[in-house]
């Protein structure tokens, strides 16, 4: 594993069912991301992306290989520590918000630091009033999610993704359910926080001009990196 | 329980308030009916106890029966002594009794008593009636003899008696007439009638005759003793337990109004039981609504809870934030229904008044704090199940929907 490294896979694989059935979406896999690297993830529906970044970001298991992240063997890490892992160095944008539509703004972006702590704090709401005027939304911080426009709302899941301060940001099509316009300020807002902040992203997309606002190309085709 | 499980699990009830509102309100109706079943329960047995057992002793103490003696002889000859039915059964030595009695705790009313039988005359007219000699102030320590009167007085000079209405009827008796009564030892004696009372109890309206405990004596030939002692003790079904006290502490013979009672009792436990299954099925709806609920608002729900988990939140919270939704239905709703029913229940007579074809219910037995308490803690058990099924909700599955 590079020295820079933050995220380590080799010989990665996972399938689906058993015996005869068992699909094989990812077919080994090797791959490494860097302190500050903005990369995007590029392939064809099927082409396993969103099973990766699932794999990626502890939310589901590989059934072989290699797969670490600052040190820590996520492969054989219990399922609490993983959470754990999860909630303290990932950051996830997905394609739909997702959004909880009960809470504000403001407290859908706290809302990953709460739920590890168990409680909202002054701290914790400081940052978030930080980053909703990273991503130009202070005057909507008391707004719900059913009050703001699809960009908007995708800007305060980018900002909620950041709470943390995360080492990685996976994000899922983040502009795939958005307009043109909306899409690139998104990107411009990404773009931003990794430049000043080096938070590492990993962008999985269809969209080549998503893709071009990245340092790195990985494509992903029938369950194999052929370009990285 | 962490703060933010509480602060989001409100949160979530407050921004959905016609759904919580039904919720609760079904909580609620299922309380009342709790609460209802309880009361009317409750106050149905206290009913049939107080009317069964208001105007009769609770406990009576009589003389022991004595079991004829069988004498040791010598060879193959047995010589039994038999009981001299010659004699009157009674206590002698009665007096050193009553305040080992009265000092009892639960006893409220002590009644020393002559007893007997005797016929009333008045002119071809019979009728048989039993004769209760009562101590002066004890007229109404058993029944509520006073209160009863219809006609008359109830006051018990030496001449005086009191009669049933019924008797009265039969006989055509008034208030002031003398009549003639012949007991069972063969004395006669003439008496005015100073009152008519009606106890409600045929046989009482129509037998019993009250006097003085002086003219009892005198009319039964008990010149010292006493026929028996009748108690009233509070609350009357603690009577077998004071009733073995004070057979031991006397050496009296001691029954309890239970006894001569079995089938009240095995009808007042059959009707509890019966209230006790309705209070459980109102429970079992509670639960199964409430469970209902909660797995289909976690189904609607899915991707919140995907995206919670996804982004850190452990079970544990994910779980916290269900079973107090559903913790909060309950107690909430639980409280609305308990005090429904309190506001419901409020204009009803007390059992006491309850008139023919009024339904006798008892606030009092509501038992408003165990079907609070009840519903609250099914509530609680109704949230766990579906609680459980939304943290394993896996997040990839939940937010690829």
Known sequence: MNDAAILAVSSMTKGFGEGEAKAMVLKGIDLEIGVGEMAALLGPSGSGKSTLLSILGTLMRASSGEHTMLGTDLMTASEAQRTAFRSQYLGFVFQFHHLLPDLSALENVMMPAAAAAGRETQAMRARALELLDAVGLTDRCNYRPSAMSGGQRQRVAVARALINNPVLVLADEPTGNLDRQSADQVMDLISSINRTTGTSFLISTHDEHVADQCARRIELLDGRIVCS | ?????????????????????????????????????????????????????????????????????????????????????????????????????????????????????????????????????????????????????????????????????????????????????????????????????????????????????????????????????????RPATAAPGIADRLRNATGLKATAWTEDNSQLFEGLDAQARTGTIIKAFSLITIIVGIASAMLLSIVRRQAEIGIMRAMGASKRLVISIFVLEGTLIGFVGAIVGAAAAWAALLPLPPVTEVRSGGLPIDRAQGDFLLAITLTTLAAMLASILPARNAARIDPVEAIGQ
């Open chain 2, 1 to 233: 329980m962490s703060p933010y499980a509480v602060k989001l699990a409100v949160r979530h009830l407050l921004a959905h308030p016609g759904q919580t509102a039904l919720l609760m309100a079904g909580v609620a109706l299922g309380v009342a009916v709790f609460i209802f079943m309880s009361a009317l329960i409750g106050g149905l047995a206290t009913l049939l106890t107080q009317r069964t057992v208001g105007s009769i002793p609770h406990i009576v103490l009589e003389m022991a029966d004595r079991d004829p003696a069988v004498l040791a002889m010598p060879g193959t000859a047995q010589v039994v002594l038999q009981k001299d039915l010659s004699r009157r059964e009674q206590i002698s030595i009665w007096q050193p009794a009553i305040p080992i009695i009265e000092k009892t705790s639960s006893v409220t009313a002590v009644s020393p008593q002559i007893r007997g039988s005797a016929f009333v005359e008045r002119g071809q007219a019979v009728a048989p009636v039993g004769v209760i000699g009562v101590m002066p102030g004890k007229l109404s320590a058993i029944a509520d003899i006073e209160g009863a009167i219809i006609d008359g007085t109830s006051s018990l000079p030496a001449d005086g008696i009191l009669i049933g209405s019924r008797l009265a009827r039969d006989l055509g008796l008034r208030v002031g007439q003398v009549v003639r009564l012949s007991s069972d030892r063969g004395r006669a004696r003439r008496f005015r009638i100073g009152g008519i009372f009606t106890l409600g109890i045929a046989s009482a309206d129509r037998q019993a005759v009250y006097m003085n405990f002086t003219a009892a004596r005198a009319l039964f030939d008990l010149p010292s003793g006493i026929s028996r002692i009748e108690i009233k003790v």
